[in-house]
Each structure stands twice: as C-alpha cells, then as structure tokens.
C-alpha cells in the first residue's frame, strides 16, 4: 500500500490523548475481522486493544503499515513508541478460503438443469478463479442473469458470493457444458494375463472427447475376459486389449492326444504359446522333438489331428 493511502486504510478515531506509554510494534499480526484494532498493530496497549483504528485488509490479503503511519497512529493514541530498526513497519494478514469450486458448479448445474441442460454433462469451469472469503463465514452463493445456449453448449452467468466479514462480491462466470459417455475403467493395476473380475472394474463417466474408439462402455461382458496387456489403476478398458482366457500357457507342459478310430495316443508335450479354448497352438513333442500345431481343448490339454504335419521353425 502506498505511504499517501493511510488515511483512507485506517480510520484514526478522534478524542483525548491517552496516558502516555512505552510500547512495541508487532512486526505480523494475523487478524479474523473486517475491522482492525489498535491491538493488532501495537503490543503493550492494556485495555485499548479492541480501539478500532481502521479497516483490515480483504481474505487473502494483506496491508503492511510502514515507519511513518505506525508513528503517526502512535502520537494520535497518546502512545510512546520509538523504532527499534530503520524501516520498522507491521504487517498485517488476514487469512482466507477460496470459494469451493464444487459449490459453484453445482448451483449451476442445478439452475442449468432447469434451461435444458443434458442430464450427463459435465461442466468446465476452467478460467474460474476462485473468490476468497473469510477462514470461518457462513457462505452464501447465488446467481444472477444465467444464460445458456444449449446449441454451442455455453453459458454465463454472475456469481453473488455473501459471507459475513466482508461485502457482497459479485463476479462474472462462463463455462461449457460437455457431453459424455460411460466407460469401464481399472479399480487396480492389473498385470498382463490377469482375468478380469467383477471387483477389478468400475463405470465412470468422461468427456466425449477424451474417449478413444474401442473403449469398454459396460463391464457385464468383460469379467473373464484375460488382459493382453498391463493396465494401471483407472484407466479406460480397451476391448482390443482383452480375450479369452488361456486354458494353455505358453511353456507349460500339456497332454498331447491324437484320436482316430480305434486308436488313441498321449505323449507329452510342451506348448510353445497360450492358447484359449479352442485355440490353435503350436506344441513340442518332448519324445520327437517335433513341433505339430494342435487344438487347445481345456486346461493343459491339446488334441493333434491324425496326419498332423509337423511345423517347420
């Protein structure tokens, strides 16, 4: 603030001078009220700290009262003070809270609600600077002229914030309503080659925008489907990333069953790939060596076709 604005920042109450005595300049002083005290500047003042000298600075604010205006208060109150250091001043702080984003959108949405706003849309707020108000008020919000264009999906409108200690703010908001779309998204990191369980999944809403092609909309076909990659916590399920389950594993060793009439054989072999059920796998016969390609037909069970040819690798 500067040295010529004291008169207008603090209020220098006429009357008798008091007693004279010594006192000190508090160099910080933190105040909770819209008025400022003598008491918040000076220490050793007795009785006289609740004596109003002006107004305190806005929530979040401050206001610093330099050598000159502190000896000038001093000689009005009939105090004694001398500077204990070349520039001495005081600073004064008045904490705040910034007004709650979420309170904001959902009055609006509420009165947007009523202008025909789509029920799934979210609201962007983004150039919205939050107002501050005092640390323990009663807030109050309201709104004025609240305009909507449901065709480009605009809005504005003039927030009224009313909270005790400070006078009524009123500031201009304008945002856009967004479409958006159900999509399944990971409650946990899951691993390659994980089946997918009810509990590992979840519905949440995002912008139509930010929504790829291929994205899981509904979790009721997913669970035992099996991960064909490593998916972190929250982000969309991709149907492309997802498959059967694999009954054969790649390496593992499986029966090997090859069927025709009258005759049936088993020999153990290795499987070169997964497999799920009903899939074609390459297999190694651990006796030949050879490599055939065979059927998956339940967990570390192939069936090789009569007449099989082996696979050259």
């Given at each position: 603030m500067r040295r010529g604005t004291l008169a207008a920042a603090l209020l220098l109450l006429a009357g008798p001078a008091w007693a004279q005595e010594m006192v000190t300049v508090k160099p910080v002083a933190v105040v909770?009220?819209?008025?400022l005290h003598l008491g918040d500047i000076f220490a050793g003042v007795g009785a006289r700290e609740a004596v109003v000298v002006g107004t305190a600075p806005a929530p979040g604010r401050r206001l610093v009262v330099e050598a000159a205006q502190l000896a000038a208060l001093a000689?009005?109150?009939g105090l004694v003070w001398r500077p204990?250091?070349?520039?001495?001043r005081s600073i004064i702080e008045r904490p705040g809270r910034p007004v709650p984003q979420e309170e904001v959108a959902e009055l609006l949405r509420?009165?947007?609600?009523?202008?025909g706003l789509p029920a799934?849309?979210?609201l962007d707020l983004s150039g919205f600077a939050a107002p501050l108000v005092p640390l323990t008020a009663l807030l109050n919000l309201g709104l004025e002229g609240l305009s909507y264009d449901a065709a480009q999906g605009r809005f504005a409108t003039t927030l009224v914030v009313m909270a005790e200690g400070q006078p009524t703010?009123?500031?201009?908001?304008?945002g856009r309503a967004m479409p958006t779309l159900p999509v399944v998204v990971a409650t946990r990191r899951l691993a390659l080659g994980d089946v997918l369980r009810a509990a590992d999944l979840r519905l949440v809403r995002l912008r139509a925008e930010r929504v790829r092609p291929g994205t899981a909309e509904t979790a009721e076909h997913l669970v035992g489907q099996q991960l064909r990659r490593p998916l972190a916590e929250g982000l969309p399920v991709m149907l492309g990333d997802l498959g059967p389950p694999a009954v054969v594993a790649r390496n593992a060793l499986v029966v090997m069953t090859l069927e025709a009439p009258g005759l049936s054989l088993t020999m153990q072999g290795r499987a070169l790939d997964n497999a799920p059920q009903g899939g074609l796998v390459q297999v190694m016969n651990l006796e030949s060596r050879a490599v055939v390609e065979a059927q998956a037909i339940g967990p570390g069970r192939v069936r090789v076709a009569m007449g099989a040819v082996p696979v050259i690798r």
């Open positions: 909770d009220s819209a008025t000689r009005h109150h204990l250091m070349a520039g001495e509420a009165e947007l609600l009523r202008l799934e849309s979210e703010l009123r500031l201009r908001v304008a």
